[in-house]
Every structure is written in structure tokens, then in C-alpha cells.
């Protein structure tokens, strides 16, 4: 059996999951600031190659975040939506569960934090 929620639960994890996102962004930022501290220093072609794998993971989880928080605001518009049409009894109307989103945000945070201990890994070493 589906686990059901209020519409309010599931605004409050999409808020939840949004300020997560905009953290992991800035923490990709800060990431990205690191790397090409060591692309200034270093030129040799096994560094280079590091860092270029790098740069590549940062990139394919900002548009992990993008799409995940594409899918989170189309949810949200959803939710919306039937407070507009519904506000009498939105409180006592339960939805499904947003399970799907909910993976998302779960598998997104263990890759990045594999990527973050990666790259503190080669910074260790290379700093």
C-alpha cells in the first residue's frame, strides 16, 4: 500500500529537498574554486586529467540539481494547483507519497558525497 500525505508534508520536504539543492550547488562552487587552484599550479598531464574529471563530475551534478529541482517545482505547481481548485477540503485530502522525488534527492546526496571525498582525496594530495 502507498504511503499518503497531507499536501502541507509534502510542501514542507519540497522546501526541505530546494534548500538541500541550493546547498549542494554552493558547496559545487566552492569545489569548482579548489580545482582550479591546483590547475594554476599544476600542468602536468596526470593532473590534468584529474582535473578534467573533475570538472566533469561538477558539471553532471549541477544539471543533476536542475533537473531534480525542475522536477520538485512541477510537483510543487501540482500541489498548488489543487489548493486552488480544492481549498475548502485540501486539509483533510491526502496525496501519494512523493517517492520518486524523494529517491532522487537521496541517490543525488550519496554521489555527491562519494564526489566530495573523492576530491578532498586529490586536494589532500595535490595541495
Known amino acids: ?3 499518503t500525505k497531507t499536501i502541507y508534508e509534502l510542501h514542507e520536504e519540497h522546501k526541505t ?5 541550493l546547498f549542494y550547488k554552493d558547496e559545487l562552487f566552492i569545489m569548482e574554486n579548489r580545482i ?7 600542468t602536468s598531464i596526470e593532473v590534468r586529467t584529474i582535473i578534467d574529471y573533475f570538472y566533469n563530475q561538477i558539471s553532471i551534478q549541477k544539471e543533476e540539481i536542475d533537473f ?8 510543487e505547481a501540482f500541489l498548488e494547483d489543487a489548493l486552488r481548485k480544492n481549498h475548502n477540503s485540501i486539509q483533510n485530502d491526502k496525496f ?4 520518486k522525488h524523494r529517491e532522487s534527492v537521496t541517490i543525488f546526496e550519496k554521489l555527491f558525497r562519494e ?4 576530491l578532498i582525496e586529490f586536494l589532500s594530495k595535490w595541495m
Open 115 to 118: 564526489l566530495r571525498e573523492e
Open 36 to 42: 582550479s587552484e591546483i590547475a594554476e599550479k599544476n
Open 1 to 3: 500500500m502507498e504511503t
Open 17 to 21: 529537498w530546494l534548500n538541500k539543492l
Open 68 to 75: 531534480i529541482k525542475h522536477d520538485i517545482n512541477s510537483h
Open 96 to 99: 501519494l507519497d512523493h517517492k
